[in-house]
């Protein structure tokens, strides 16, 4: 079955650290990619999405993540994160032969420390 | 535009109950998919509808159901509420259709089943 791996559960990281999150996809034909962010208590913000193009896209807040085929992985980066930043992420897969549904991870929540 | 807005954003029910949750898309969608999330499960697909037709609907019991109308607005329906069906329902929108549409989140309605 196809799936999505968000191998941290948690990390930490201190105010003004670089942050890289990791995602990795089941293998398969080039899917489209997304990364979300929730705040808690709150619904899924879009981060950034690939379709196709320049594997390395730009989203909201300073982050931006890169698509790399051989690695089937899709990993969402920021150069300085700041104590608002602290919040659940989910990448999310669209694979060409699942009806168009999103196939979740299981969420990385990152903790920043003063 | 204004986003996805969910009601209520708050329920508290007893076992045996039913609940009827609502969302309205984002103006000139007519994508609407209903997602359950939980701790222990993560993020679980429920259904999808299109145009007033479910296109795609996820592993749940028939207890779950769901409807849309005429104006893309969208119902879900639990009944016989069970303790275990205490979770965040996110309801999320989108413009697109097939691999490339782009979902866009409520903030969700927190159901609790005592």
């Known amino acids: 079955a196809q799936s999505v791996t968000q191998p941290d559960i948690h990390i930490t990281v201190s105010e003004g650290a670089s942050l890289e999150l990791r995602c990795n996809y089941s293998y398969g034909a080039t899917p489209y990619l997304f990364w979300y962010v929730q705040s808690p208590g709150q619904g899924l913000q879009l981060l950034l999405k690939?379709?196709?193009?320049d594997t390395l896209v730009q989203g909201i807040k300073g982050f931006e993540a890169e698509f790399k085929r051989s690695q089937s992985s899709f990993n969402l980066r920021k150069p300085s994160v700041h104590w608002s930043d602290a919040a659940e992420y989910f990448c999310?897969?669209?694979?060409?032969?699942?009806?168009?549904?999103?196939?979740w991870g299981a969420g990385t929540k990152l903790i920043i420390k003063p | 535009k204004a986003g996805v807005t969910q009601t209520p954003r708050y329920l508290i029910k007893t076992r045996g109950q039913q609940v009827t949750l609502s969302c309205s898309p984002i103006?000139?969608?007519?994508?609407v998919s209903w997602y359950q999330q939980t701790p222990g499960q993560g993020l679980q697909f429920l259904f999808e509808y299109f145009s007033e037709t479910q296109r795609n609907k996820g592993n749940f019991p028939g207890r779950f159901s769901g409807r849309q109308f005429s104006n893309s607005r969208s119902e879900m329906n639990v009944s016989t509420l069970e303790l275990g069906d205490s979770a965040l329902y996110l309801c999320a929108s989108s413009g697109q259709t097939g691999g490339q549409k782009t979902q866009y989140f409520g903030p969700g309605t927190r159901l609790l089943v005592l």
């Open positions: 690939y379709f196709s193009g």
């Open positions: 103006s000139g969608h007519r994508s």
């Open positions: 999310a897969v669209v694979f060409m032969d699942s009806n168009y549904q999103l196939i």
